[in-house]
């Protein structure tokens, strides 16, 4: 159980477009989701967490019109990375919370997606 | 705000040694969550342990342990028997209990290479 997938895993995009990033929480209803960017041996950065069904609370630093995020159900939030360029190239990753006792409120990470903007 | 700290940006060990890896954290809270996290190669992130600030025993699970002492604010893992498949980057997290426990916070984490 407890399964959280992400798609694509891997998207090479040209700058200036727009790239959708799909989380899916596989197996449970995911009551807050978060997005996370990570760069080469490094730590994960959090961007933002998404409630199911409000806006998203955005990091100190993180782009709101740049980095979309919905949340529109409680199986699924997209982040949307608007307008691309090379320095957005990075390791994108999702987790989602369940706020059910059996999991102890845990965040189920999803694979990742690696994001190349040319 | 709270912070998490490794202190150990690499370490090696030979397999079928012990190694241990440490953390240490700020925080006024007295309830939180500490965790540490595996991410191998596949970047896929996977919990190895977890431990609740109210429980005086340490976590273990398998050849995976805690050293947690709260009052020093440290929580260090032990890895023991270590595996070719342990080599990874480890990260510590910690999490505030309660209404205010949505965020993890990451320490910079740790390589591990394991040597055969």
Same mark, same amino acid.
């Given at each position: 159980?407890?399964?959280?997938? +992400? ?21 449970? +209803?995911? !009551? !807050? ?23 998203? !609370?955005?990091? +100190? ?58 | ?116």
């Amino acid at each position: 159980g407890a399964v959280v997938s +992400q798609h694509p895993s891997r998207v090479i995009c040209k700058s200036g477009t727009s790239v959708k990033i799909e989380c899916r929480s596989l197996d449970f +209803q995911a !009551t !807050t989701m978060f997005w996370y960017r990570q760069f080469p041996k490094k730590s994960l950065m959090l961007m933002a967490t998404s409630n199911e069904g409000s806006k998203a !609370t955005y990091e +100190q630093g993180v782009e709101k019109d740049k980095f979309l995020i919905n949340h529109a159900s409680l199986t699924l939030s997209t982040l949307t990375v608007t307008s691309a360029h090379p320095e957005d190239s990075s390791f994108y990753i999702c987790s989602a919370r369940t706020s059910g006792r059996a999991f102890y409120n845990e965040q189920f990470f999803g694979p990742g997606t690696r994001l190349t903007v040319l | 705000a709270q912070t998490v700290t490794q202190s150990q940006p690499e370490m090696s060990v030979q397999e079928a040694e012990t190694v241990t890896l440490s953390c240490t954290y700020d925080t006024s809270e007295s309830d939180y969550y500490l965790f540490w996290y595996k991410q191998p190669p596949s970047r896929q992130m996977i919990l190895v342990i977890r431990q609740e600030a109210y429980k005086q025993q340490n976590a273990t699970e398998n050849r995976f342990s805690v050293n947690f002492q709260k009052a020093a604010k440290s929580f260090s893992l032990k890895i023991s028997d270590s595996q070719l498949g342990d080599a990874a980057m480890y990260f510590c997290a910690y999490r505030s209990a309660g209404s205010r426990g949505n965020k993890l916070v990451f320490g910079a984490g740790t390589i591990l290479r394991v040597k055969s």
